[in-house]
């Protein structure tokens, strides 16, 4: 981030009256680790939002704090978009899905698809889910993708422009929304199915997850999002708003524009993404076969985080500042809110914090606050 220093200066300088915890769940935290984590929040200005931890049996506790939308707290069963959290959703999912015979993660992606993803300096090197899914495609994000996302532009239109990197395929890492989110269309390509028909039948139904790549999907009511720097009289994320359209083709296939899905646009709830945090720890739901695959390194994000290794989306994170042993998670930004879940694979537990809003300070790719309250976590145990 530019002027790094002059935002976290800003941030210490802003008002924040701090709405204490409610507490929903409580079975494994003390006072005092809850007071710990409320000042990390408190520092860091979130401004709503909820904080749960759970093991192999479920939850245990849940802190809820803040409100949701102007006049409306933050409950149980509130939801919030996961921003690029989604992306450890949508690659749950691709393992589902090749663990039910449909899909393929090492087949050619061109296959069933009205473009190519191939670099345009190595025609004949097939791209496949495993580089979409560890950012190793060779497919940046351009200034071609960043307009087309506004615009609506097709996928091909997309490619042709400057999406591609100087590396090829398998020979490096390029951290790209734009490349995670062509999961979706190769995954309706593949299946037959829209991908959030796809998702439906093979994560979010099986683990009984209240969650959707639509807004308009959402039964639960849905967080706002809002920065806190510039602050907004409106929210950047309208939750209530999102929620109230949907749009007629959405369980159809469409190969061209679904790229806006897969890498960001999923929305959840803390029961949602406990299940789903449950499924990744053990295997069970997954067979041990993929839950190697997906926390395995497959490529390095040194380039950009001295802390963290690419797998299948999820960062595996190196930091003996924070733990002494690896931690496997994701986090998300968008619209001023910060995500997060991680898994302590050692101790079998998680931790999942979502927010409204809060700092988006970071030196790397984690966040001050995803840092913070992580090295909490590990050092309350």
Not at 12 to 35: A, G, M
Not at 150 to 159: H, K, T
């Amino acid at each position: 981030m530019r002027y790094l220093k002059l935002y976290r200066g800003l941030v210490r300088l802003l008002p924040h009256k701090w709405d204490r915890f409610s507490i929903l769940e409580n079975r494994s935290l003390s006072e005092k680790s809850i007071s710990h984590f409320e000042a990390v929040l408190k520092r860091h200005r979130a401004s709503g939002g909820a904080l749960a931890f759970f093991d192999a049996e479920g939850l245990t506790d849940h802190l809820a704090y803040g409100e949701m939308r102007p006049g409306v707290k933050v409950a149980k069963d509130t939801a919030f978009r996961l921003a690029s959290l989604s992306k450890t959703v949508t690659a749950s999912g691709a393992l589902a899905l090749a663990q039910m015979g449909l899909l393929d993660l090492n087949r050619d992606a061109d296959l069933g698809l009205p473009y190519s993803l191939r670099h345009p300096r190595a025609k004949d090197r097939p791209v496949t889910l495993i580089h979409l899914l560890s950012h190793a495609s060779g497919i940046r994000d351009g200034k071609v993708y960043e307009a087309g996302l506004l615009s609506g532009a097709p996928a091909s239109r997309i490619l042709s422009g400057d999406s591609h990197t100087a590396h090829l395929p398998g020979e490096g890492c390029a951290y790209s929304n734009f490349a995670f989110g062509l999961i979706a269309p190769v995954v309706e390509a593949q299946t037959g199915l829209s991908f959030q028909t796809a998702m439906d039948k093979a994560l979010f139904s099986p683990l009984q997850m209240r969650a959707a790549f639509y807004p308009g999907l959402i039964k639960s009511p849905l967080a706002d999002g809002r920065r806190i720097l510039p602050p907004s009289r409106t929210p950047n994320f309208d939750g209530l708003k999102r929620q109230s359209s949907l749009p007629e083709d959405w369980d159809q296939v469409d190969l061209e524009r679904h790229y806006a899905l897969a890498q960001g646009a999923c929305c959840s709830d803390v029961e949602g993404l406990v299940r789903l945090g449950q499924a990744l720890l053990t295997p069970g739901f997954f067979n041990h076969d993929s839950l190697e695959m997906m926390r395995s390194p497959h490529a390095s994000l040194r380039n950009r985080d001295p802390f963290l290794t690419q797998g299948l989306g999820l960062f595996i994170l190196n930091d003996d500042s924070i733990a002494p042993y690896p931690l496997h998670g994701h986090q998300g930004m968008a619209y001023g809110a910060v995500q997060m879940l991680y898994l302590d694979l050692e101790k079998q537990r998680g931790i999942i914090s979502l927010t409204t809003g809060a700092s988006e300070a970071r030196q790397y790719i984690l966040t001050d606050l995803n840092r913070a309250l992580l090295k909490e976590w590990i050092k309350n145990d």
